[in-house]
């Protein structure tokens, strides 16, 4: 079933809503849980689903993007399998950078042509979650459906930040809205399961996750070709039309990493003693770029809920519910809570040690700094003495060496902070 699979996984658009960390790379090569990028999540879903052919449409900021997964995904030369890029062009047919979700894939198409298949398995690149891909295509078949939607239950609180999907007894789905205001939830409830009714999950929200048959979704482009999102316009349009669309119900954690705020509290919750996103699954494996870094260094540090990369050189004193990503390097008497250091792309040499500037710091975090609530983004140069407390007392918007997000201080990449400097 698999080989007649073909993943497309959708880039995102400007992802203005991750800003500032998307202003120089695309938000799928975004750095997650210290040493992967959200990329590297679908991706490996598809691998460990036996998906072997696999696009990641993309056009903003796709440089290191398009590094991180030819670094990474390489497949031996007896393999019919690859990961490529299709990054926006203009062609013939359209002369338009992509317009929406469906309007990504319909451009990518003449790509698909060369291939036999007759599945398109439609992912997004910003969510956290572990699917095994075959048991949604055989929902697919067994129902004889034309198109099938993961679905997963949610709460009344939550329904109205989604698309919510009506099902029958039989689980097609019968009709769709979009964020549906709270009043009108009631006529919204699905059938779930009994373990997630006690929880008040009883409304199907969309994962933005979708099967289409080749020849249908062939068919809704062609029949609706001002159509540019999937979940505004092309579902609707196909269950208005009578197309089969089945609900894959999913029960597993999932999340979506569309905002600072929810990326920050998702990696943070990595740290925890048993995350419900498990990394450490011997099945369910999570692929990178393998840098064949030195195991991390500390010295003296108190660490708890801590989730640290390869190749760190940690002297810090305290270091409590933080992610700490490649290569990171953190002095001493310096205090880390509830934060994320992203890293760095190279080690400092002990050429920077020797002719070390009173006017450049190291690579890394110095020496009695206290960092709380903040994003410190990868290659930042961090004094002595620096004080950076995020929360809510700092009103958000642009400053001169951070930008506040939600209470949250984010240290933009290649940022230098001087020594006494205080956010």
């Known amino acids: 079933m698999h080989d007649e699979t073909i993943a497309i996984i959708l880039g995102g658009g400007r992802g203005t809503r ?9 938000k799928p090569a975004v750095p997650i ?12 879903n598809c691998l460990n689903s036996w998906i072997r052919k696999i696009f990641v449409l993309t056009q903003f900021n796709s440089a290191s993007l398009n590094r991180h997964i030819k670094n990474t995904y390489t497949f031996d030369l007896f393999s019919k399998g690859f990961v490529d890029i299709l990054a926006a062009e203009q062609t ?8 929406g979700t469906a309007d990504a894939v319909r451009q990518s198409l003449h790509h698909l042509s060369n291939f036999d298949f007759d599945h398109v398995l439609i992912l997004s690149g910003d969510q956290l979650y572990q699917m095994d891909y075959r048991k949604m295509l055989r929902v697919h078949k067994e129902d004889n459906a034309d198109l099938t939607v993961a679905t997963i239950p949610v709460t009344g609180k939550e329904a109205t930040e989604f698309g919510i999907m009506k099902t029958d007894e039989s689980g097609k789905i019968e009709s769709f809205v979009e964020k ?3 009043e009108e939830l009631d006529k919204w409830a699905s059938e779930t399961s009994p373990h997630m009714k006690e929880k008040g999950r009883v ?12 020849d249908v979704l062939l068919r809704l482009f062609e029949e609706n070709p001002e159509a540019t ?13 009578g197309i089969k669309v089945s609900s894959y119900s999913f029960d597993g954690y999932w999340t979506d990493i569309g905002t600072i705020s929810s990326f920050f509290e998702a990696n943070l919750e990595l740290a925890s003693t048993l995350p419900e996103f498990n990394l450490y699954d011997n099945e369910q494996i999570i692929y990178t770029r393998a ?17 640290i990369a390869e190749g760190c050189i940690i002297e810090a004193s305290r270091i409590e519910q933080a992610v700490i990503g490649i290569r990171a390097r953190i002095g001493k008497g310096t205090t880390i809570e509830s934060s994320i250091v992203m890293g760095n792309d190279h080690f400092a040499t002990q050429d920077d040690f020797n002719n070390k500037s009173d006017n450049l710091p190291l690579m890394g975090i110095g020496e009695r700094c206290f960092i709380s609530n903040a994003i410190i983004d ?15 007392h700092l009103e958000d918007g642009e400053y001169e060496k951070h930008t506040v997000v939600d209470g949250i201080v984010i240290i933009q990449k290649g940022t230098v902070i001087p020594d006494g400097y205080s956010i």
Request: glycine content about 8%; proline content about 8%.
């Open 18 to 26: 991750l800003d500032p960390l998307t202003r120089d790379r695309s």
């Open 180 to 182: 549906p205001p709270a």
């Open 291 to 307: 840098r064949y870094l030195p195991a991390s260094k500390l010295t003296g540090t108190n660490l708890e809920r801590v989730l």
């Open 92 to 99: 013939p047919k359209s002369t338009n950078w992509f317009q």
């Open 378 to 392: 990868k290659n930042v140069r961090i004094g002595n003495d620096v004080r950076i407390t995020g929360g809510n």
């Open 33 to 44: 849980a210290g040493k992967y990028r959200l990329v590297d999540i679908p991706i490996s």
């Open 229 to 241: 999102d999937f979940g505004k316009e092309i579902i609707p349009k196909a269950i208005e039309e």
């Open 203 to 214: 409304y199907l929200a969309s994962m933005g996750i979708y099967v289409f048959n080749r």
